[in-house]
C-alpha cells in the first residue's frame, strides 16, 4: 500500500472521497474474513505511523514542544544573566503596550507587511501576464525572474547593500548623472525602511510572477476566444474571465507575502541592524532576537514572540477566509 | 496489512538511528584539534576563538599549539564563533558552553558562577590583576591594555589647513576642525552603519571620557547605583557637545551607512582628516601604510588634557564546570604568558600588554611605537580614564544596552534627538535593560 494517499486506501467501510466523504464500495478481495481485514487494518495504521513518526517528531519536538515552552516562558521574568526565575503573569504583555518601542516596531511591520503584500502581488501579475507566452526568450525571462527567489536573503542582502550603501553603484551612478547629493538609502532613518521593503519585494517578485504564470496557464483558452468572440476587450477579458480564474494564486500569494512581511529579519539584521538610529527599521522578528537574546530578557522577548504568532496567525486566517470567501463569489 | 515482528523492529530501529543521526548534527561549528605532545589520556579542552583580518585562522593554530606545547596532558578542540556576549550566552543556554574563551565580557556569566575566579597568586605576573574585577574577583585575565579611542590624523590635512601641531585643548580642537572644514577638508570620519554601529560611538565615547571622566571616574559605578543619571547636566553637556560637532559640518555623516572596514577605508581614501578608533588601527596602519602621514592624539578635554580611555583585560576566562578547571586555567595561563604569543597579538592586533617584564618585539611598527608612547605618557600624567563603552566588570553598561546606545549616538548625530532626548532615551532603556 506504499504510496498510496490514505482518502484512495481501500477500506472495509469503503472508499475515502478526497474531502473526507466516504462513498460505499464493494469489500475488496481476501476481505471476507473479519479477522484477517482487522489484522491488516492495524498492520496498516502501523506502517503509516511508523513513516509519519519521524516527521511527527521534528515537528512536535522542533515546533510545537518549542512554542509551548516559549508560551510559559512568557509568563516569567526570565533573564539570561539571572539565577531566579519568577511567574510574574500576564505583566510582560501589559508592558509590551506600554513600551514605545515597541508600538515603533509594530508600525515598521506593518507598513513593511503592506508594502511586501501589495507591491510583488501587483508587479508579479503585470509580469506574468507579459511573459504568459511560448519561446525560449519567454521562458528564459521567467528563469531570470525566479532566481532571486532561490537565493538566500542573506545573500540579497549582502548584494543590495553593496549597491545602495552611501558609496555604493547607484549613488555614484546618480552623482555621475549629476545629483549631488544623493538619497542616503540606508543611512538616511527616514528612507531606509523603503530600501529595506523595496529588496524584500525584489525577492519575492519571481514567486508571484511563477504562481501567476501557474494561475494564467490555468485559464481555459477556449473561455477567452469565446470572450473574445463576443467582442470583449482586452480589460474586459481580464476582469470578467482571467482575474475570477487566478483567485486562488491571488490568495496564495497574498498569505504568503503577509506571512513573510511579518517575519521579516534577515534582511534588517544585514542591512540596518534596525537602524539608522532608534529603531527605524526595527521589525518585530528583529525585536524578538534582540530583546531575548542581545539583552538576556528572555520572558519579555518570549511574550513579543508570542505576540508575534499571535498576529501572523490572526491576520493569515482572517486572510484566507476572506480570500477563499472571495474565489467563491467570483 | 500484517508487518512481522521482526520487520517492525527493524523498522523502529532505522527510524531511531535516523532520528538519532538528524538530532546529532544540531551542534557548534567545531574546528582544529591540538592534541598534547606526548600523552597518552589528555583531557580534551575546548576553547572558543574568533577570526578577523588582523586575528586569522593561522594565527590562533600557531598560539594554541605553542601553549599546549607548555602544559603536558591537554587536547585543546578550537571552537570558531564570534566574541560576542550574546553567543557566549547561547552556547551556555544550549549546553555547549566552551571550557575556555576570550575577549568576552565576563558580565553576567560570572554573577551566575558560570565562570572560574582568578586568585591573586595565578595573577601574580599581571600589571593590573584587578581590571574588571566583580565584586572584587577577577574573571579575565587582564593581559592587555587598549586605549579606545585615541584620534588619527591626516598630517597632509593638516597641513593643508595650516594646523602645524595636534590640538590640546577642546577649543583648539573645534578651531582645527573649522580650518579643515574651511580648506574644503571634513574634520571627523565617524561612522559604522548596520552590524557596525558601535563604530560610530567612539567619537561620543571619547567626549564622555574627557569631560565627565576626568572628573568622576566612577560614574558609570555610580550609574548602576542609581545615584546619576544620564540627564544629569553634565551628561547632557556632553551629548550637546556631540550634536554640535555635527550640526556644524565637521562629521562625515555618509559614515551611519558605511560598514566598519569600509569607514577604515574612507579615512585611507581622505574623506576626512581625523578617524577616531581603537589602538587595534595601529596595527592595521603599520600593516598597510595610507598614502599620507598619520599622526595620533588623545581626545582633547576643555581642561586641556589629552585624555587616553583604556580598557585593560580582553582575556581568557575559563567556564567553572570545565572538564577539569585546574588544567583549564594552567593552559589559559600558559597562552596569555606565552611571549611569542604576546608578540604576535602586538605585531596582528597593536595590543599593549600589561604582563610585568614584557618588552615588546623590536620590528612593531611606527604607529604602534607612537600609540604605546601616548598610552604610557597618559599613564604616568594620570590622564587615563576607563573605556566606558568596552569596560567590564562593576560599573560597566548592562547586557544589551550598548547597542540601544549605540543608535541613540546615531539619533544624536544626525539630529533626530536632541541632547536632553537623548539622556531620557537612554535612562529609559538602562531601566528596561536592567528590570
Known amino acids: 500500500m506504499q504510496g498510496v494517499k490514505n482518502h484512495d486506501r481501500p477500506t472495509a467501510a469503503g472508499l475515502r472521497g478526497p474531502f473526507g466523504s466516504v462513498k460505499r464500495a464493494r469489500p475488496p478481495i481476501g476481505a471476507s474474513r473479519p479477522v484477517a481485514a482487522k489484522r491488516r487494518r492495524e498492520g496498516g495504521t502501523y506502517r503509516f505511523l511508523v513513516f509519519a513518526l519521524p516527521g511527527m517528531a521534528v515537528y512536535v519536538g522542533l515546533v510545537l514542544v518549542p512554542m509551548v515552552m516559549a508560551i510559559g516562558t512568557s509568563t516569567t521574568d526570565r533573564n539570561g544573566f539571572r539565577p531566579a526565575t519568577h511567574f510574574v503573569g500576564l505583566r510582560n ?77 547607484l549613488n555614484r551612478v546618480l552623482r555621475g548623472l549629476g545629483v549631488a547629493h544623493p538619497p542616503g538609502w540606508l543611512s538616511d532613518p527616514g528612507i531606509a525602511l523603503y530600501s529595506v521593503a523595496s529588496i524584500m519585494c525584489w525577492q519575492m517578485l519571481g514567486l508571484c510572477v511563477v504562481i501567476y504564470l501557474a494561475g494564467l496557464q490555468g485559464v481555459p483558452q477556449e473561455l477567452m476566444e469565446a470572450a473574445a468572440i463576443d467582442g470583449a476587450s482586452p480589460v474586459a477579458r481580464f476582469r470578467a474571465v482571467t482575474w475570477p480564474m487566478i483567485a486562488p494564486a491571488v490568495t496564495i500569494c497574498t498569505v504568503l507575502l503577509m506571512i513573510g512581511g511579518f517575519k521579516a529579519y534577515d534582511q534588517v539584521k544585514v542591512m540596518t541592524n534596525g537602524g539608522p538610529g532608534i529603531g527605524t527599521t526595527t521589525t518585530l522578528a528583529f525585536d524578538v532576537v534582540v530583546t531575548g537574546i542581545d539583552g538576556a530578557h528572555i520572558g519579555y522577548g518570549a511574550a513579543k514572540a508570542t505576540l508575534l504568532l499571535v498576529l501572523i496567525a490572526a491576520v493569515s486566517f482572517a486572510a484566507l477566509r476572506l480570500l477563499r470567501r472571495r474565489e467563491v463569489e467570483l | ?169 577642546y577649543a583648539e580642537f573645534l578651531d582645527d576642525c573649522a580650518k579643515l572644514k574651511a580648506a574644503g577638508i571634513i574634520p571627523l570620519e565617524i561612522g559604522g552603519g548596520g552590524k557596525d554601529t558601535w563604530a560610530a560611538a567612539f567619537g561620543f565615547g571619547a567626549i564622555v571620557s574627557s569631560d565627565m571622566l576626568t572628573k568622576t571616574p566612577d560614574w558609570f559605578s555610580k550609574r548602576a547605583a542609581g545615584t546619576v543619571k544620564f540627564s544629569d547636566p553634565d551628561f547632557v553637556a556632553a551629548a550637546q557637545k556631540a ?25 585611507r581614501d581622505k574623506k576626512a582628516a581625523m578617524y ?30 589629552n585624555v587616553v580611555p583604556v580598557v585593560t583585560g580582553g582575556g581568557l576566562m575559563v567556564n567553572s564546570k570545565a572538564k577539569d578547571v585546574g588544567l583549564a586555567k594552567k593552559w589559559a595561563l600558559a597562552f596569555a604568558e ?61 547586557p544589551g544596552f550598548s547597542d540601544q546606545l549605540n543608535a541613540a549616538i546615531v539619533d544624536l548625530i544626525t539630529g533626530r534627538k536632541s541632547p536632553q532626548a537623548f539622556a531620557a532615551y537612554l535612562d529609559q532603556r538602562y531601566a528596561a535593560a536592567t528590570r
Not at chain 2, 243 to 267: C, H, M, N, P
Open chain 1, 93 to 169: 504583555y501589559g508592558d509590551l503596550f506600554s513600551d514605545p518601542a515597541y508600538l515603533l516596531t509594530l508600525r515598521n511591520t506593518l507598513i513593511l507587511t503592506a508594502i511586501v503584500t501589495i507591491v510583488p502581488n501587483v508587479l508579479g501579475l503585470a509580469i506574468a501576464q507579459l511573459l504568459d507566452r511560448r519561446g525560449w526568450a519567454f521562458n528564459a525571462m521567467r528563469a531570470v525572474f525566479f532566481v532571486p527567489v532561490v537565493l538566500s536573503s542573506v545573500v540579497v542582502s549582502v548584494i543590495w547593500e553593496t549597491i545602495i550603501t552611501d558609496d555604493g553603484l
Open chain 2, 1 to 169: 496489512m500484517y508487518v512481522p515482528r521482526g520487520t517492525r523492529l527493524r523498522t523502529a530501529a532505522a527510524v531511531a538511528v535516523a532520528a538519532a543521526l538528524a538530532l546529532s548534527a544540531c551542534t557548534v561549528g567545531d574546528g582544529n584539534v591540538t592534541k598534547a605532545s606526548g600523552s597518552g589520556s589528555a583531557v580534551t579542552l575546548t576553547f572558543l576563538t574568533f577570526e578577523n583580518p588582523n586575528l586569522t585562522s593561522e594565527y590562533w593554530d600557531a598560539a594554541i599549539a605553542r601553549a599546549s606545547a607548555k602544559v603536558p596532558g591537554v587536547t585543546i578542540k578550537k571552537l570558531v564563533g564570534t566574541n560576542s556576549t550574546a553567543y557566549l550566552q547561547q552556547l551556555y543556554a544550549s549546553g555547549q558552553a566552551p571550557d575556555i574563551m576570550t575577549s568576552i565580557s565576563p558580565d553576567g556569566f560570572a554573577q551566575k558562577g558560570e565562570l572560574a575566579p582568578w586568585s591573586a597568586d595565578e595573577m601574580k605576573n599581571f600589571i593590573d590583576p584587578h581590571a574588571g574585577a566583580i565584586k572584587g574577583q577577577t574573571y579575565a585575565l587582564s593581559f592587555n591594555v587598549q586605549p579606545i579611542p585615541l584620534v588619527y590624523y591626516n598630517k597632509d590635512d593638516f597641513a593643508k589647513a595650516g594646523i602645524t601641531t595636534a590640538p590640546k585643548t
Open chain 2, 243 to 267: 550634536a554640535d560637532l555635527s550640526k556644524k559640518g565637521y562629521i562625515d555623516t555618509a559614515g551611519l551607512s558605511r560598514s566598519y572596514s569600509d569607514v577604515e577605508q574612507a579615512f
Open chain 2, 276 to 305: 577616531p578608533m581603537g589602538s587595534w588601527f595601529s596595527a592595521s596602519l603599520d600593516k598597510n601604510k595610507p598614502s599620507f602621514d598619520v599622526g595620533v592624539f588623545g581626545w582633547p578635554s576643555d581642561a586641556g588634557q
Open chain 2, 338 to 398: 606565552d611571549k611569542a604569543n604576546l608578540d604576535n597579538s602586538v605585531l596582528a592586533d597593536g595590543l599593549i600588554i600589561g604582563i610585568k617584564g614584557y618588552t615588546p618585539p623590536a620590528n612593531v611598527g611606527a604607529m604602534y611605537t607612537q600609540t604605546l608612547d601616548i598610552y604610557q605618557k597618559a599613564q604616568q600624567s594620570g590622564q587615563t580614564v576607563p573605556a566606558w563603552m568596552n569596560t567590564a566588570g562593576d560599573g560597566s553598561l548592562p
